[in-house]
């Protein structure tokens, strides 16, 4: 998939986010790629405080290797949510009920919620395409197309 074809509203996942701060990984050229998206006029970028937050724990954790200090990792969090062109949005008790519903509907448990709080967000603010390498978390959920950008 060509992301330089892509245009409207569209969602980028943390892993995308956290590949764009590895210089050593090899989805790292790709993750920056979509990121410099931000520039092109027919397309809107978009992750939310959820993505930043969930940035954090992965970067210091045992996943990323050598972890990062807490300092870099702060660092490149606010590096990412300060970038002109890439809207942070907030998460909201409407969002919450939202992905409540969507859990209840699709029999959705535990640390899975998560990803229908972002599904939930991006169909409360009309993005139909989200970026991840987790295509399967956004499956069956109508109004958005899951994309993996490193397939």
Known sequence: ???KALSGRV???TNVLIYATLAG???HSRSREILELRHNAGVEL??????????YPNLTGPKSQPPDSPAVAREKIASISRLRGLTVLPITLECVRRALDLCLEAGVTRQRYFDRQLAALMLLEDIPVVLTENVADFSGI???TAINPFA
């Open 25 to 27: 990984d090899p989805r």
């Open 1 to 3: 998939m060509s992301v």
């Open 11 to 13: 969602f980028v996942d």
């Open 46 to 55: 978009f992750v939310s405080v959820q993505n930043l937050a969930e940035m």
């Open 142 to 144: 109508d109004g958005i």
